[in-house]
C-alpha cells in the first residue's frame, strides 16, 4: 500500500522466499510473472510449498497452490488459464459463499469481463457453479427498475461439485 501511496510511477513486484537464494530468485521471477500478467501496481509473493499469493495489497489475497494437480488438468482440458483456475480454487477455500459476477471475477483475476463471463460460463455449463436466486420477494422486473441496462448475473459456487472436480483426492 505504500508503494501505491507515494510511487507516481507504474511498478510491479515479485517476492520469492526459499531456503537458497537461486529458488527464491526462481519464485521471485515467478511471482513477477503474476504480477505483471495482472497488470496492476501491485506485487505477488511466491514461497517454499509452491503456493502464490496475492495482489497484495488486496483485502482478500487468493493464494494459488501450483501443487494442484486437478485444477491444472482441468485448466489444460477446458482451455482456461492455469492461474485464473487455481485462484478461483483459492477464492473457493477463502469463502465459498461468496457470490460471483463477471465483473468481481474480472477484478480479482485482473482480466476483461468478457473473458471472466467466459469462464463462468465454462463452470455453469459443467455444474461447478450455478446462476443466484433473487432474494425473497424480488423481481428481475423490480431489479431491471432499479439500473439501467441489463442486470448483473450472479452466480454461487457448488460446493459439492467444486470440491469433487478440484479438491478431494476421490
Do not use: W
Not at 495482472?38 to 499469493?53: I, S, T
Not at 491444472?72 to 488459464?81: D, P, Q, R, S, V
Not at 477463502?94 to 463452470?123: H, V, W
Not at 457448488?158 to 469433487?164: G, I, L, S, T, W
Amino acid at each position: 500500500m505504500q508503494c501505491k501511496k507515494n510511487l507516481n510511477f507504474p511498478f510491479r513486484l515479485g517476492i520469492g522466499l526459499s531456503s537458497t537464494k537461486e529458488r527464491s530468485r526462481y519464485y521471485a521471477e515467478h511471482a513477477l510473472m503474476e504480477s505483471n500478467r495482472y497488470g496492476r501496481n501491485d506485487a505477488f509473493f511466491m514461497e517454499e510449498e509452491g503456493k502464490l499469493m496475492g495482489p497484495i495489497s488486496r483485502e482478500l489475497r487468493l493464494i494459488h497452490n501450483y501443487k494442484n494437480e486437478k485444477a491444472l488438468e482441468f485448466a489444460k482440458t477446458y482451455g482456461i488459464h492455469e492461474n485464473n483456475i487455481l485462484k478461483l480454487v483459492s477464492l473457493y477455500e477463502l469463502a465459498p459463499e461468496n457470490a460471483l459476477s463477471a465483473q468481481s471475477i474480472a477484478e480479482l483475476l485482473g482480466i476483461t469481463s468478457r473473458s471472466a463471463s467466459r469462464i463462468l460460463a465454462k463452470l455453469l455449463q459443467l455444474n461447478l457453479i450455478r446462476q443466484g436466486v433473487l432474494e425473497e420477494g424480488e423481481s428481475l422486473n423490480e431489479k431491471k427498475k432499479m439500473r439501467h441496462g441489463r442486470p448483473a448475473l450472479h452466480f454461487h459456487f457448488v460446493p459439492e461439485n467444486f470440491e469433487r472436480t478440484f479438491l478431494s483426492d476421490k
